[in-house]
């Protein structure tokens, strides 16, 4: 299957502190990658659909000013967590979309802990 | 409201049994239907789609169904093994290509 890579895989940040998150699609360019959140034992929730070249679409309840997402290349999106707060902790996954097939390829994932 | 339910948490079935999984959802159209496959502690791995129009769809020893009318999904896994014990997620898109998933169902085959 496709490749997508995160870094970092994990994090630990002062409360306060800004982490960015990097998503890379190894071996297909990605128009279209997707960010989720997911807490334990629970199910992925979306956070925003990131377009390469505009601006994410976010959903619902989550904050755009605090969650930024920049999708500069057809193989790059980042998440930047901004003035992080121990609430924000949590199993942050990106996948990037195969274009034309409706297939998700995910990342592995980035467990970020706020101090 | 929308939903997207997943018929139990957890599932213990028997080495070689079939395991069978339902996604049941309320207040979406899709025209796609996925099945993914999450490990602990790791992003999921697709496993198959299913298109509106498509009736079942199989891949190895998995088979999904589609059913808009009940707006239910089956997935079941053949003649399961240790190796299938996992979390399987359903997700389906809404307009715009957002993809929301199920609640998820954590399977365990007992050798």
């Known amino acids: 299957g496709a490749v997508v890579s995160q870094h970092p895989s994990w994090v630990i940040c002062k409360s306060g502190t800004s982490v960015k998150i990097e998503c890379r699609s190894l071996?297909?360019?990605?128009?279209?990658m997707f960010w989720y959140r997911q807490f334990p034992k629970q199910s992925l929730m979306l956070m925003a659909t990131s377009n390469e070249g505009s601006k994410a679409t976010y959903e619902q309840g989550v904050e755009k000013d605090k969650f930024l997402i920049n999708h500069a290349s057809l193989t790059l999106s980042t998440l930047t967590v901004t003035s992080a707060h121990p609430e924000d902790s949590s199993f942050y996954i990106c996948?990037?979309?195969?274009?034309?097939?409706?297939?998700?390829?995910f990342g592995p994932g980035t467990r970020l802990t706020v101090t | 409201s929308q939903k997207i339910e997943q018929n139990s948490e957890a599932l213990n079935i028997q080495e070689g049994k079939t395991a069978t999984l339902t996604c049941n959802y309320t207040?979406?159209?899709?025209?796609?239907l996925q099945w993914y496959r999450q490990d602990p502690g790791r992003g999921p791995v697709f496993l198959l789609l299913?298109?509106?129009?498509?009736k079942e769809k199989r891949k190895e020893r998995l088979k999904v169904t589609f059913d808009t009318t009940l707006k239910q999904s089956l997935f079941h896994i053949t003649a399961s093994q240790p190796a299938d014990s996992a979390t399987y997620l359903c997700?389906?898109?809404?307009?715009?290509?957002?993809?929301?998933f199920g609640t998820g169902t954590s399977l365990t085959v007992i050798p």
């Open positions: 299913i298109r509106e129009n498509e």
């Open positions: 996948s990037a979309l195969k274009p034309s097939s409706y297939e998700q390829y």
């Open positions: 997700a389906l898109d809404n307009t715009g290509n957002q993809f929301y």
């Open positions: 071996d297909f360019q990605a128009t279209t």
């Open positions: 207040n979406y159209s899709p025209a796609y």
